[in-house]
T-cell receptor, first 116, second 115 residues
């Protein structure tokens, strides 16, 4: 199993530009999560999906952030327009339907975003 | 709401010494508890988890953790630390219902190992 795959690994962009982060969850996993990690705030849950449907997006910081999951094998997190305070490492994680306690999450390697 | 507190931001231990990382949680029902490790530039790797049964759980890399309901704690231990254990460690708590499936993470403890 290739694990959770995120792309790109690093992204440097200028303020005001649109940024799209991508995630491929583990095949068969029904839940997908987007987290943001910063020194100041630690790991924050932005949004999660169950069977491609957004369940809780209360962590999405602003309307500039949007996430989609058009099918079971792909999700995107978009920031438009980007700002320097969006600089962080963004993680995607997935888990199967069988239960949180059984499996926990599997994390991708993250995308390090720098907005200059 | 569920929450996790890791009171130690940074810990330094000598290689071969024992280790205990503290974690306290807040959750109204029986929690699911996890410890993850993050090496620099990497994602989070699951070390161990607890959701029922024996309160002492064994994980990978020689780690163990003990669930103490009376203290709302889930401390991580290792009897003899190796230099390769230097990393950041996160405790997490999750709800035990299918609909409320999200994990809440602590702020992490950075472990430094001296030779």
């Amino acid at each position: 199993d290739a694990g959770v795959i995120q792309s790109p690994r690093h992204e440097v962009t200028e303020m005001g530009q649109e940024v799209t982060l991508r995630c491929k969850p583990i095949s068969g996993h029904d839940y997908l999560f987007w987290y943001r990690q910063t020194m100041m705030r630690g790991l924050e849950l932005l949004i999660y999906f169950n069977n491609n449907v957004p369940i809780d997006d209360s962590g999405m910081p602003e309307d500039r952030f949007s996430a989609k999951m058009p099918n079971a094998s792909f999700s995107t997190l978009k920031i438009q327009p980007s700002e320097p305070r969006d600089s962080a490492v963004y993680f995607c994680a997935s888990r199967p339907q069988t239960g949180l306690g059984v499996s926990g999450y599997t994390f991708g390697s993250g995308t390090r975003l720098t907005v200059v | 709401a569920q929450s996790v507190t890791q009171p130690d931001i940074h810990i330094t231990v000598s290689e071969g010494a024992s280790l205990e990382l503290r974690c306290n949680y807040s959750y109204g029902a029986t929690p699911y508890l996890f410890w993850y490790v993050q090496s620099p530039g990497q994602g989070l790797q699951l070390l161990l988890k607890y959701f029922s049964g024996d309160t002492l759980v064994q994980g990978i890399k020689g780690f163990e953790a003990e669930f103490k309901r009376s203290q709302s704690s889930f401390n991580l231990r290792k009897p003899s630390v190796h230099w390769s254990d230097a990393a950041e460690y996160f405790c997490a708590v999750g709800a035990n219902t299918g609909t409320a499936s999200k994990l809440t993470f602590g702020t992490g403890t950075r472990l430094q190992v001296t030779l």
